[in-house]
């Protein structure tokens, strides 16, 4: 299953972040990207809380995570990400808290010599935090706080990373 | 909340999240659980007995996810020399 | 093939640039975000000049396109896309030119209301500026300079598109 | 360029491009086939037999990409009515 060893004490950054205040997409990508000569593809996913839910405007979500484990979870999958994929380097911010429609909640980015291991390790990455990472949404509107459902969509995405990868060829 | 039953307890730190959290109405607390509770499924069952807060948290066992020191575990996982065990609804962050 | 129609007259937005100088990412995606209040993802593919080409260190990329084409040949494919998946914005900012190692070369960014259809999207367009889109590469190093050969694996990778889509549940 | 042989010839706006423009030494230029032209791969063998330098560009024309009014187009393509017609090697854009 790991087809590519991290080689411990690297430069290859896994940057992981959890906090209140709202991203600096445009500073993480260039600290992500600066460390390494050989990075030709970065990759970001960004999660932005939308105005809606089900039709219905909302008012603002709220994030509740695990201290501790939320941190510990994500770089869990962090190292998986670089067993699986030649990476030079892996960010991860995540908000909690109270966050507005329109404001970002969630900042992957993967930064690899090619462009392939950098979204499959995005999309695995984004894939895991949605059914593994320990936060929880609320939803507020003008009817209340309705905690958010899981989705069976999202376990099914996730699952897919169960085998091991397909092997393919580095075109950039 | 009461100890357990007769036997030797034994003390674990719980800690709710989301909705558990909400229908049990505090975040963390110290239990002491009867001895011959030896799995989370049991630890559920037993909190599930406590008052109806607790009924009302764990009245849906299957859906409700456990952490034990910060590692997810399925409800078969034993609970001896667990620190702290969590437990919450299904993750919805990312 | 066409299981999502773009809504004609609409305000998801397909901005093409193709320019010689430095790409300013975040304002290109806060762009992007800030026209609709249903996007809930955003990925973004930045490609990179890296600095160096099979082993050797390059002094720069120059990126020859075709004027005219490269605009049709990539506004195509923007289409193509938003027919494939539910998006609700497209950008693609393609340089030309010089290129020193570092920079960016290529920007491609999708909004969507979901993660799925926005990865998807942004790897398509991807494979296609690869290997249809009129733009060749010419590295300049100690040695001169070379055309950069088209590799197999691009061809490959483009050419998994050609099947219809899987269907996948919308997760967000 | 000499225009073609005997006939009615054509005159076509070709561009060329990367390599294949080096090779050749220009840009882009106007040229007369001969009406008996009728697929880009018979205006790449023609232009092959144009001097060196068309020959050294067009040496292996199965590596050749071609467009007409700038899509892309198989060495089949009929030329009949193109307004331009482009030469080039295999894409290495993004």
């Given amino acids: 299953m790991s087809a590519h060893s991290r080689a411990s004490g690297d430069a290859a950054p896994a940057i992981i972040r959890l906090q209140r205040e709202p991203i600096a997409i445009a500073a993480a990508v260039e600290k992500l990207v600066g460390v390494r000569k050989e990075v030709g593809a970065v990759v970001t996913f960004t999660g932005i809380c939308r105005a809606d839910e089900n039709g219905a ?24 990400a670089y067993a699986r994929w030649p990476l030079l380097g892996v960010l991860v911010v995540h908000r909690y808290g109270r966050i507005l429609p329109g ?35 609320q939803v507020e509107s003008a009817d209340g706080k309705v905690w958010v459902q899981a989705k069976s969509a999202d376990d099914t995405a996730a699952e897919r990373w169960s085998a091991p990868p397909p092997q393919r060829d580095a075109a950039k | 909340m009461t100890s357990g039953s007769a036997g030797q307890s034994k003390k674990i730190k719980v800690r709710y999240f989301a909705w558990v959290r909400e229908r049990i109405g505090k975040a963390e607390e110290e239990i002491e659980a009867p001895a011959a509770i030896a799995t989370v499924a049991e630890l559920m069952a037993w909190l599930a007995d406590q008052g109806e807060h607790y009924a009302y948290a764990f009245e ?35």
């Fill in chain 2, 60 to 94: 849906n066992p299957k859906v409700i996810r456990a952490a034990i020191d910060r590692n997810h575990v399925q409800s078969e996982a034993r609970i001896e020399g667990a620190g702290e065990i969590a437990f919450f609804p299904p993750m919805t962050g990312g």
């Fill in chain 1, 57 to 80: 405007p909302i008012a603002a979500l709220n994030l509740e995570h695990y201290p501790g484990m939320a941190e510990a979870e994500i770089a869990r999958h962090v190292e998986e």
């Fill in chain 1, 103 to 137: 404001e970002d909640i969630v900042l992957v980015a993967t930064a690899s010599s090619h462009r392939q291991a950098a979204f499959a390790a995005a999309e695995f990455l984004m894939d895991y935090l949605k059914t593994r990472a320990p936060f929880w949404k």
